[in-house]
């Protein structure tokens, strides 16, 4: 019975690093690699705490203050968890209770001149000639309450497509996940 629990206890916290280190790997080196422009030696803490967590149902352990603006009104809790950075309002070094200094600029802006996908946006289509209807759970492309979010396309933790994209762009693939063209 102990060597059970034991046994269980260590595959547990094997199962946990794991994760970890997968996460990890996917950012390390990447645009949300921000341990050289911050200069700390924590990879996931500008988003992440062990401890004292801001309430975020979709996003675990978060440490980021609620992102609250006006430039994505109808953008749900899977696009305001990359907006709290990528809309230039908010510092990337606000985080764990500090307001910091350091904003995003560039091509690592999403703003709302229309220059990239909408979000926030109804994805719930009748299929047809235009749209696939997102039906599969096993679907690399998510809605978020039958909306299109930047979690849709992007997964803030996966390089393994470019641009943490969700699915390969080869032939167009991402985009013909919901669009027929």
Known sequence: ????????IALSAGLLIAG??????????????????LGIN??????????????NANYPLWNRTEYVSGIFPGSG??????LSCHDGTVAVDSYGGNIGSTFLTGDALIDSTGEHHPIGTNAVYTPGPEYNNITDDTSPVK???????????????????????????????????????
């Open 20 to 37: 970890q280190a997968t996460a990890q790997s996917g950012i390390a080196g990447s645009g949300h690699d921000m341990r050289g422009l």
């Open 1 to 8: 019975m102990k060597k059970g629990l034991i046994f269980l």
């Open 143 to 181: 809605t978020f309450n039958s909306q299109v979010e930047c979690s849709s396309c992007h997964n803030a933790h996966n390089m393994e497509f470019g641009n943490f994209l969700a699915e390969t762009m080869v032939g167009s693939q991402l985009c013909l996940t919901c669009h027929n063209l």
């Open 77 to 82: 809790p899977a696009s305001q968890v990359c």
């Open 42 to 55: 924590e990879i996931c803490v500008p988003c992440h705490t062990p401890h004292n967590a801001v309430e």
